[in-house]
């Protein structure tokens, strides 16, 4: 089934400036994909009763720009863990069956702690291939779903991401980030830690200390990785009065935890053409986020390489 799209005006896909900031009209067309999933995202939410926010770069987009910050090129949006365990689940149900949605609990061996919702499975190589769908009486090539998604054969997504909760007690929190820190990094860090020969002694001492056994019959890492989603759920919402995605206190010292109580109520905003969810109390977790000037437009270098789609392209183009 082809997505609904007619909600993306023409004189989008063009190119055009912003902040002095050039958007090519093929990074246009990757936010076209990425906003046609979002609305399919918000869509199944709203008919599923599960509460959603922007999160990340794109609430500060939301509020700061309606809509993409100039040099952003993903999409990011959060739910409560209990919602996001169960979203999953119906996402895999009632999106395409040519969208992938790639997690701990859906996809064995994936390795990030977060969700990630594309819109296929693979690169479009130019091939002919039909893909096979259960649910659809003719099978859709790689190139049908090119066509589908604005004539990018790139797997262009949403990035989903399980706001956890935080003791608080402070000796519980700092017990606890100790504990996740530990694990994620053994996952993170994975081959080095093998490669030195601690690798086996850290998991046990982990399996000591939380009385659990890890496979070593198959993918250890990805066991690491599921124990360290363990330990980010170990907190009720009853013990906590603030959230966040635990790898932040793995990866800054800023850990952008973020008060519940900013999220009680949501209300929506401009999303480029779109209206999107975001929670009342924005101001709070832009600022625990970003700071207190996060109304103040700095261009920072992005956590991956730009534009998403370079690197598929350098691949394609290897593959000709």
Known sequence: MKPDSSFIPAEFFKSETRLDFEIPETMKRAWAIQLTLLHQVLEIAQKNHIKLWLDYGSLLGAVRHNGYIPWDDDIDICMERPNYMRFLF?????????????????????????????????????????????????????????????????????????????????????????????????????????????????????EDLLNVKVKRDGDVRFELWKLADSVAQMTTRQEANSMLWYPDAAMRSNDMRRPISAYNETIETDFEMLKAPIPAGFKEVLSACYGSSFMTPV????????????MQQEYIDSCR
Request: aromatic share 14%; net charge negative; glycine share 6%.
């Open 90 to 206: 119906i996402l895999e149900k009632e999106l395409p069956e040519y969208c992938r949605i790639r997690s701990f609990y859906t996809t064995p061996g994936y390795d990030q702690p977060k969700a990630f919702i594309s819109n296929r499975d693979k690169i479009d190589l130019g091939g002919i291939r039909p893909m096979q769908l259960e649910k659809d009486i003719t099978p859709l090539s790689e190139a049908d779903i090119t066509d589908i998604y604005y004539g990018l054969p790139y797997v262009a997504g949403i990035d989903l991401y399980p706001l956890d909760y935080v003791p608080k007690r402070q000796e519980k929190w700092e017990l606890i980030r100790q504990i996740y820190i530990a694990v994620y990094d053994l996952a993170m860090d994975y081959e080095k830690y093998k490669n030195a020969g601690e690798l086996e002694g850290y998991i046990e001492q982990l």
């Open 299 to 310: 261009r920072q270098v992005s956590t991956h390489d730009y534009p998403f789609y370079k």
